[in-house]
């Protein structure tokens, strides 16, 4: 929704003497460069609040001036070619150091730790400025400013090689002596999808940190902010909530920023949290996700850890399995144990350990990774792919069965959540970053999609459509990412119900329980900000509902 333009009358009151002219300009330049697409001259008019013959020679003279582009065959406006101009000469006189400063300023007061600036520097890590914090204890770090270290040994290396194109970073890794374990390539891609990275006395014992990339136009690593500072103080549990801060003055610094199917911003806090929902699982999960009900127990995954969670809600036993590599959903297999849609592909698991891989819908090079998937009726397995930095139409819908794998949908942005209806001739699938839930015609005999369409879109501040489930009369649960909430979008697309909850990063959803009547939901709490936790400490916990409905059962991979 565009913010509100004050009113000629009320800018000419308001405006420095002299400058209206040029603040109008100014505003209506914001308008078209905060619009999602090119804005007609209409559209530009009404949301300004000007009289269109003053809309109209300001817009004249920005086009003349090639700060903006019109686009006759549209009749749009556009940002112009003036623009990319500047802003080369921006970042060609661009100084870090001096640009950094205020946010290491700020880092050190706001963590009680010292804050960093670091740049890679051939094969190494040298760090170019720092501040420490005078309110904490003095604890004495080493690497210091002009100190040099390997980059895969520090959490700023690592978010800088985790922000490189993979051919670049594979050819620095093999320079380093000793070469760097194959774990670290692990870690890296943990580190691009959370959008920072960890360091556990890696660097130097007792010393923990957290770090995230600057990145320029062209989003490559300029260098890297990280907090710093005794791994007594520096828990894990902490890096991971200064995470998001050191990652929005990485971003203030460049004013980019990498891609993310993970927002920052957070919708407000419902007054009231729905009845009836309680605590099935307390867990800090970075990223909960893929819950599955199977013979009386709930499997869910942390994508991000990375491992699978075995638990009995009626206990609330969670038995923790570390798994190798990111896991985003899982499905029972016919032949026993289950499948799990890991960053390699479609594998095994049996309880304990991931298997060999049974399909491979991606190339292992590609910068790819599965996320949400589920069996349909027939036992073909329905997966979708996305990229690692969420590039825009990267990913895609796979279908996974005995005969190999074939891709269903290309040009998705992040497939998320997927289900079918309850007469299988539909399937749903979110596209989270375009906020919409589409349906298309499915042939279940044929194993076929077509006639893809709008089914439920989310505006900006209501939350991002993530993973979902289908109750028995069509209903699809879906659960909102900064929306604090699951929705049920009828059949025909009206939403009916509503289930607030006390997290604000609801991530997916299930139906479980004897009679299939209690809808599990994952959290998340990645990229939650200290003061964000604590308003809501049970993130990254499962919740359990009776919404008055009931589930499908889940089908079995047949391969």
Same mark, same amino acid.
């Given at each position: 929704?565009?913010?509100?333009?004050?009113?000629?009358?009320?800018?000419?009151?308001?405006?420095?003497?002299?400058?209206?002219?040029?603040?109008?300009?100014?505003?209506?330049?914001?308008?078209?460069?905060?619009?999602?697409?090119?804005?007609?001259?209409?559209?530009?008019?009404?949301?300004?609040?000007?009289?269109?013959?003053?809309?109209?020679?300001?817009?004249?003279?920005?086009?003349?001036?090639?700060?903006?582009?019109?686009?006759?065959?549209?009749?749009?406006?556009?940002?112009?070619?003036?623009?990319?101009?500047?802003?080369?000469?921006?970042?060609?006189?661009?100084?870090?150091? #001096?640009? *950094? +400063?205020?946010? $290491? =300023? %700020?880092? &050190? @007061?706001?963590? /009680?730790?010292?804050?960093?600036?670091?740049?890679?520097?051939?094969?190494?890590?040298?760090?170019?400025?720092?501040?420490?914090?005078?309110?904490?204890?003095?604890?004495?770090?080493?690497?210091?400013?002009?100190?040099?270290?390997?980059?895969?040994?520090?959490?700023?290396?690592?978010?800088?090689?985790?922000?490189?194109?993979?051919?670049?970073?594979?050819?620095?890794?093999?320079?380093?002596?000793?070469?760097?374990?194959?774990?670290?390539?692990?870690?890296?891609?943990?580190?691009?999808?959370?959008?920072?990275?960890?360091?556990?006395?890696?660097?130097?014992?007792?010393?923990? #940190?957290? *770090? +995230?990339?600057? $990145? =320029? %136009?062209? &989003? @490559?690593?300029? /260098?890297?902010?990280?907090?710093?500072?005794?791994?007594?103080?520096?828990?894990?549990?902490?890096?991971?909530?200064?995470?998001?801060?050191?990652?929005?003055?990485?971003?203030?610094?460049?004013?980019?920023?990498?891609?993310?199917?993970?927002?920052?911003?957070?919708?407000?806090?419902?007054?009231?949290?729905?009845?009836?929902?309680?605590?099935?699982?307390?867990?800090?999960?970075?990223?909960?996700?893929?819950?599955?009900?199977?013979?009386?127990?709930?499997?869910?995954?942390?994508?991000?850890?990375?491992?699978?969670?075995?638990?009995?809600?009626?206990?609330?036993?969670?038995?923790?399995?570390?798994?190798?590599?990111?896991?985003?959903?899982?499905?029972?297999?016919?032949?026993?144990?289950?499948?799990?849609?890991?960053?390699?592909?479609?594998?095994?698991?049996?309880?304990?350990?991931?298997?060999?891989?049974?399909?491979?819908?991606?190339?292992?090079?590609?910068?790819?990774?599965?996320?949400?998937?589920?069996?349909?009726?027939?036992?073909?397995?329905?997966?979708?792919?996305?990229?690692?930095?969420?590039?825009?139409?990267?990913?895609?819908?796979?279908?996974?069965?005995?005969?190999?794998?074939?891709?269903?949908?290309?040009?998705?942005?992040?497939?998320?959540?997927?289900?079918?209806?309850?007469?299988?001739?539909?399937?749903?699938?979110?596209?989270?970053?375009?906020?919409?839930?589409?349906?298309?015609?499915?042939?279940?005999?044929?194993?076929?999609?077509?006639?893809?369409?709008?089914?439920?879109?989310?505006?900006?501040?209501?939350?991002?459509?993530?993973?979902?489930?289908?109750?028995?009369?069509?209903?699809?649960?879906?659960?909102?990412?900064?929306?604090?909430?699951?929705?049920?979008?009828?059949?025909?697309?009206?939403?009916?119900?509503?289930?607030?909850?006390?997290?604000?990063?609801?991530?997916?959803?299930?139906?479980?329980?004897?009679?299939?009547?209690?809808?599990?939901?994952?959290?998340?709490?990645?990229?939650?900000?200290?003061?964000?936790?604590?308003?809501?400490?049970?993130?990254?916990?499962?919740?359990?509902?009776?919404?008055?409905?009931?589930g499908l059962p889940e089908h079995a991979f047949s391969a």
């Open positions: 929704m565009a913010r509100a333009r004050p009113t000629e009358a009320e800018e000419e009151s308001g405006s420095v003497p002299g400058t209206q002219a040029l603040t109008r300009g100014i505003a209506l330049l914001n308008l078209v460069a905060d619009a999602p697409a090119p804005l007609r001259f209409v559209d530009i008019a009404e949301q300004s609040g000007l009289a269109r013959p003053t809309v109209h020679r300001i817009l004249a003279a920005l086009t003349e001036a090639r700060l903006l582009r019109h686009d006759p065959a549209t009749q749009t406006f556009a940002l112009g070619p003036r623009f990319l101009e500047m802003a080369h000469r921006v970042w060609e006189g661009f100084d870090l150091r #001096a640009t *950094a +400063a205020p946010e $290491l =300023d %700020r880092l &050190a @007061r706001l963590a /009680g730790e010292t804050a960093r600036l670091a740049v890679l520097d051939g094969d190494a890590v040298l760090y170019v400025d720092q501040r420490d914090a005078a309110a904490q204890e003095a604890v004495r770090l080493a690497n210091r400013v002009g100190a040099r270290i390997p980059p895969h040994a520090s959490a700023a290396g690592k978010a800088m090689l985790a922000q490189l194109p993979p051919p670049e970073r594979a050819t620095l890794l093999q320079r380093l002596e000793p070469a760097p374990a194959a774990a670290l390539e692990r870690d890296l891609v943990l580190s691009a999808a959370r959008g920072y990275a960890i360091s556990l006395q890696e660097a130097s014992a007792g010393v923990n #940190a957290v *770090a +995230a990339a600057v $990145l =320029d %136009r062209r &989003a @490559r690593p300029l /260098g890297a902010i990280c907090l710093v500072g005794p791994a007594f103080r520096l828990e894990e549990a902490r890096l991971h909530a200064l995470g998001r801060e050191v990652m929005e003055a990485a971003r203030r610094v460049s004013g980019n920023a990498a891609q993310s199917a993970m927002t920052l911003s957070v919708a407000p806090r419902p007054a009231t949290v729905s009845p009836g929902v309680e605590v099935a699982v307390r867990a800090e999960a970075l990223l909960g996700e893929g819950p599955l009900w199977h013979e009386g127990r709930l499997l869910w995954v942390d994508i991000l850890a990375p491992s699978i969670h075995l638990s009995d809600p009626a206990s609330g036993a969670d038995q923790l399995v570390p798994v190798e590599e990111m896991v985003a959903a899982l499905a029972p297999r016919a032949s026993g144990g289950f499948v799990a849609a890991a960053r390699s592909g479609l594998r095994g698991f049996d309880g304990g350990t991931l298997g060999p891989v049974l399909a491979a819908p991606i190339a292992q090079a590609a910068a790819l990774r599965l996320n949400d998937g589920r069996c349909d009726a027939r036992g073909r397995f329905w997966v979708g792919s996305l990229a690692l930095d969420s590039t825009p139409d990267a990913g895609a819908l796979h279908r996974l069965d005995a005969g190999g794998s074939q891709t269903m949908q290309a040009g998705l942005h992040v497939p998320n959540g997927l289900g079918f209806s309850p007469d299988n001739t539909r399937l749903y699938l979110a596209d989270s970053a375009r906020r919409r839930v589409d349906a298309f015609d499915f042939d279940l005999d044929r194993g076929t999609i077509t006639n893809r369409r709008p089914f439920a879109s989310f505006a900006e501040g209501e939350g991002v459509p993530d993973g979902l489930a289908v109750d028995q009369e069509g209903g699809v649960w879906i659960a909102l990412w900064d929306g604090w909430r699951v929705v049920r979008i009828a059949p025909d697309g009206r939403t009916d119900r509503a289930i607030h909850l006390p997290v604000p990063r609801p991530t997916s959803c299930c139906f479980g329980g004897p009679d299939l009547g209690t809808l599990y939901i994952t959290s998340a709490r990645v990229r939650l900000s200290a003061a964000q936790l604590e308003e809501a400490p049970l993130s990254g916990s499962v919740f359990a509902v009776r919404p008055g409905a009931k």
